[in-house]
């Protein structure tokens, strides 16, 4: 079965650090990965997918399929980037992880 | 703004009472998801349906109920036999004329049972 693991349900940091947030997925086929955000009041959004290996709001992430991972990377954290973040695998539907919380402090 | 819309905001319940969730999209999307979100536990998928007048069961669908009548509407019924209703849920669609991946998410409904 399909799982999205996301180790950390918190991460701290100050504004101008770099950010990594953490996915490791287990899928036994080709997975499609997803990164999705869910800022304050705000509606969940997809912020990037691999397939399209753009940079959102300064945002990458790479699949490594050796690793079986999708980490999401900013070399910069901005404390409007604090939210909730959520990585997806897709199959027939989304699988999710259980999020971590971005708090980026001044 | 529009695009998917999910109806009430909060919705409170009596123990032992049906109590149905609304979703409506204008996004002309032929996929329709809804999603349990619990502190620390993330989103779990409910039911889904891909197509109008068909749907299928996710991973948590004991004690729910959905239709799909209409392409816009996918209505979710929380019955008396979910154990734990309180929680905030998540409406999504799908697919359309621009691409079949990316799901939308309603603002959501937070219910609770007093």
């Known amino acids: 079965a399909q799982r999205v693991t996301q180790p950390e349900k918190l991460l701290s940091v100050f504004k101008g650090a770099p950010v990594e947030l953490k996915c490791n997925y287990s899928y036994s086929g080709s997975p499609e990965l997803f990164w999705y955000v869910q800022y304050s009041r705000q509606r969940l959004q997809l912020l990037l997918r691999?397939?399209s290996r753009e940079s959102i709001k300064g945002f990458t992430a790479d699949l490594n399929k050796g690793e079986t991972s999708f980490h999401l990377k900013k070399p910069f954290a901005q404390e409007e980037d604090s939210a909730m973040y959520y990585c997806a695998l897709k199959d027939s539907t989304l699988t999710f992880g259980k999020g971590t919380m971005l708090l980026v402090s001044p | 703004d529009g695009g998917i819309t999910q109806s009430p905001k909060y919705l409170f319940r009596k123990e032992g009472q049906n109590v149905t969730l609304s979703c409506e999209q204008n996004l002309n999307h032929d996929a329709m998801y809804w999603y349990r979100q619990d502190p620390g536990q993330g989103l779990r998928l409910i039911y889904y349906s891909q197509i109008v007048n068909d749907f299928q069961k996710g991973d948590i669908a004991e004690g729910y109920s959905v239709s799909r009548e209409k392409k816009e509407s996918f209505p979710l019924t929380v019955t008396s036999a979910q154990k734990n209703p309180t929680a905030f849920y998540l409406c999504?669609?799908?697919?359309?004329?621009?691409?079949?991946?990316?799901?939308?998410f309603g603002p959501g409904t937070r219910l609770t049972v007093l």
């Open positions: 691999h397939i």
């Open positions: 999504a669609s799908s697919g359309g004329d621009f691409g079949e991946d990316t799901q939308y």
